[in-house]
């Protein structure tokens, strides 16, 4: 089965991430998330009374069970991964070639551009096109990918269906010191 997934994460990349039980705690509180369910041995939430304003659906919003009241099968859920010691890159098969936010180059071998990354995270590369330095985190990943330590999972959003509030992102932004970025990501 498809999966669609709102992401959000820190930006830049490399800013420290909040520490997990921080982050868990007031998520919890301000009601995004609720209860736990287990999903292949890995520990998910179910969206929380607040989760509707939290999240800004674009179109139609979808009937979404909050607040722990759910019967059987249930599409949304959260779960927040990191922070690792090292950054990830996150993309799916919606993923759309990247392009140099200087020139517009198309890096059709954007695998080679974050294998490299991979290899040295912090390291710049020079747009073959233009020759300004840049790292792979800078590219226009056209919210189809992203990198960082610390990601929190929303199961069950299409791409650009919904956007993170104001407030969910000021939240955020308030328990990390940093600012966060969304993107969506699809597994066929
Ligand atoms: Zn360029």
Not at 30 to 49: K, M, Q, V, W
Not at 98 to 106: A, K
Not at 155 to 182: D, K, M, R, Y
Request: proline share 7%; charged share 20%.
């Amino acid at each position: 089965m498809a999966e669609n997934i709102l992401i959000l994460a820190p930006a830049p990349f490399d800013a420290t991430p909040p520490d997990h039980g921080m982050l868990l705690k007031t998520l919890r509180e301000r009601r995004f998330i609720a209860d736990t369910l287990e999903i292949n041995g890995a520990l998910h939430y179910h969206p929380g009374e607040a989760f509707m304003t939290l999240i800004t659906f674009l179109g139609c919003s979808p009937m979404i069970a909050t607040g722990g009241k759910h019967n059987g099968e249930q599409s949304c859920h959260i779960a927040i991964e990191g922070p690792s010691a090292e950054p990830h890159f996150l993309a799916g098969d919606n993923l759309k070639i990247p392009r140099c936010p200087y020139c517009g180059h198309r890096y059709d071998d954007w695998q080679a551009v974050v294998n490299a990354w991979r290899a040295a995270p912090y390291a710049k590369m020079t747009c073959a096109e233009c020759g300004e330095t840049l790292s792979a985190t800078q590219l226009r990943w056209r919210k189809c990918a992203g990198f960082g330590r610390l990601f929190i999972k929303v199961w069950g959003i299409f791409e650009s269906e919904a956007v993170p509030s104001p407030n969910l992102l000021s939240l955020l932004e308030s328990c990390s010191g940093t600012e966060w970025q969304h993107f969506y990501i699809r597994h066929n």
